[in-house]
């Protein structure tokens, strides 16, 4: 079964700042994909960026990109510029294996101060 | 284009009373389909996964159950509620494909039990 850890429950960054998320998980597929999802106060879940496995170049979406380790398991989240809106809790997920199901990690409360 | 449709917003029930949550997806066929649970400022808590017609994981024992009676429906459903389910409730869904991986969110529900 796949598995997907969040390690930093919640963070903080200066506005026009940048910050990192972290994320890492456990499979032993080869094909899947990789993604970020975005959570704003209004609890309504939003895509923020996907990684193919197989592509080894970075995602980049505006603000937004990625470092992607396939060897190393690792998929984190870099936002540059940060803007109070970026206020959010961010769930990195896996998608892929047994039925393709998706599995969520726990989450990453961000916030960006003035 | 797909769309997902989840009811009601908001629910106040009082303890021992049943529940029904709704869930319905346009636009596709044979859907993944996933409750989620979500206490405030928290993670996502997979409660229940469905890979087809009639065929729900369980992920966590609960005084919850979920049925998928069409294709693109799923339920959430208790005979009697407890104070400890009161959550805000997501229900999503996502390909079948590897491909398709990524998910789709409805607008939540958040359930009060008093």
Known sequence: ?114 | SQTIHQWPATLVQPVGSPLSLECTVEGTSNPNLYWYRQAAGRGLQLLFYSVGIGQISSEVPQNLSASRPQDRQFILSSKKLLLSDSGFYLCAWSGATVANTEAFFGQGTRLTVV
């Open chain 1, 1 to 114: 079964a796949q598995t997907v850890t969040q390690s930093q429950p919640e963070m903080s960054v200066q506005e026009a700042e940048t910050v990192t998320l972290s994320c890492t998980y456990d499979t032993s597929e080869s094909n899947y994909y990789l993604f970020w999802y975005k959570q704003p106060p209004s609890r309504q879940m939003i895509l923020v960026i996907r990684q193919e496995a197989y592509k080894q170049q970075n995602a980049t979406e505006n603000r937004f990109s990625v470092n992607f380790q396939k060897a190393a398991k690792s998929f984190s989240l870099k936002i540059s510029d940060s803007q109070l809106g970026d206020t959010a809790m961010y769930f990195c997920a896996f998608g892929g294996g047994s039925n393709y199901k998706l599995t969520f990690g726990k989450g990453t409360l961000l916030t960006v101060n003035p």
